[in-house]
């Protein structure tokens, strides 16, 4: 169906400017044919805004949405002053998520996974990254991206997935990382590859997990089968993951709260985005923030997610992210929209497909009752959406 939305006040995203227009966009079957004033009605059906602020549909580029389990226990346990290292090595950790995501199906870990999907689509989001990282065994790891598919195919939404099997060793292959990528993390991407389930190759290089040195094999197969790579790096320590990871190119390297200068550097001119999750750095009480100077300095587009997981970051508002951005990293509002925008949408390589609004690209809009950007970020705990449009309809 051809659409005009009108009387909406439209910010359009292509630029840090997040001062609205009057702008009257054209859509069908899902695109945007058209954005200007006063377009031509040519029989095409006219949707009024009511003056609603109409920017693009959210992006939540780096979430674990789908797992078994619960670890709120851990939480109980850091306030009472154990560290993220020490619960790992006791057995804590994603060690505890992979027992209960090894336990479900995959419908059970889409029944799981939908409410907290439904919560981030009630706050105007029209993209969402899940990874794998959980099972760490071919079979459950590749269950998890089949229930992320499945999510997609259950609500209007597009699902990203991110194979992440180099997350963590599980017990059997305790100080075995290389083994454990030659015999699961590689051959298990190759299945995923030939069932269409990986859109990206993720791990996480920390001293608790992967160096950049075990991870070069994955990364080195991933670009054999064409697929993008992004990594966890410099969360809790600085282990060289920034560097390795533009140096193949990398869609984005998240976390970094430990980058330097020099990594910031070297992202720019990889063109790598930098993924920054407050929700872990406030559930971890951490007290190093990410080099947000030095990405500015260099360049480095900056993207926030909710991080959505079972220990470190239990969050499910891409609103509170955009907050804790401002709030925790001195993020500006122009910073915080594009973050969660056309900078997100980057770092899962699409631009220019989604979370901006401009001819070509998806139809994926949030209509907020707000006069302003600030308005939308600015609230704890309240939701300003009025409606959500994926591929040109409300939903």
Not at 116 to 144: C, F, P, Q, W
Not at 318 to 335: D, I
Request: with cysteine; hydrophobic share 45%; net charge negative.
């Amino acid at each position: 169906m051809r659409r005009i939305w009108t009387n909406a006040r439209v910010i359009t995203g292509l630029s840090d400017e997040v001062a609205p227009e009057d702008l009257e966009i054209l859509t069908e079957s899902g695109r945007i044919l058209e954005v200007g004033a006063n377009l031509p009605r040519d029989s095409a059906e006219v949707t009024d805004c009511g003056g609603a602020l109409l920017t693009p549909g959210l992006v939540d580029c780096h979430t674990h949405l789908v797992h078994g389990g619960d670890r709120a226990f851990e939480w109980e346990m850091r306030l009472d002053g154990a560290t993220y290292q020490e619960i790992a090595q006791a057995g804590g950790g994603i060690a505890s998520t992979m027992r209960a995501t090894r336990a479900l199906s995959v419908d059970e870990l889409v029944d799981t996974a939908l409410p907290r999907l439904d919560h981030l689509l009630a706050e105007g989001v029209s993209t969402v990254e899940i990874k794998s990282g959980y099972g760490l065994e071919i079979e459950a790891e590749l269950n998890m991206l089949r229930a992320a598919r499945r999510l997609g195919q259950l609500r209007p939404v597009r699902v990203i997935t991110s194979w992440l099997a180099a997350h963590a060793l599980p017990p059997e292959y305790k100080g075995r990382g290389a083994e454990y990528i030659d015999d699961i993390a590689i051959p298990g991407l190759e299945r995923a590859h030939e069932e269409g389930l990986a859109d990206a190759v993720d791990g996480f290089c920390e001293g608790i997990a992967f160096s950049a040195a075990e991870l070069e094999p994955l990364f080195a197969r991933a670009a054999e089968l064409g697929i993008p790579v992004k990594l966890h790096a410099e969360q809790l320590t600085h282990q060289g993951g920034t560097a390795f990871a533009a140096g193949h190119g990398a869609l984005s390297v998240d976390h970094l709260e430990y980058a330097t200068p020099a990594d910031a550097a070297a992202m720019a001119a990889a063109g790598s985005v930098a993924v920054l999750l407050p929700g872990a750095y406030y559930m971890l009480r951490e007290e190093q923030v990410p080099p947000v100077a030095a990405f500015r300095a260099a360049g480095v587009r900056m993207a926030l997610a909710t991080d959505c997981n079972p220990g470190t970051s239990p969050m499910t508002s891409l609103l509170m992210t955009m907050n804790m951005g401002a709030t925790l990293y001195r993020l500006t509002v122009r910073e915080c929209f594009a973050a969660t925008t056309r900078h997100a949408a980057a770092a899962l390589g699409l631009s220019g497909e989604t979370g901006v609004i401009t001819k070509g690209a998806s139809a994926d809009f949030a209509l907020w009752n707000a006069e302003s950007v600030a308005q939308i970020a600015n609230r704890i705990g309240f939701n300003p959406l009025k409606a959500r449009v994926f591929k040109g309809d409300f939903v």
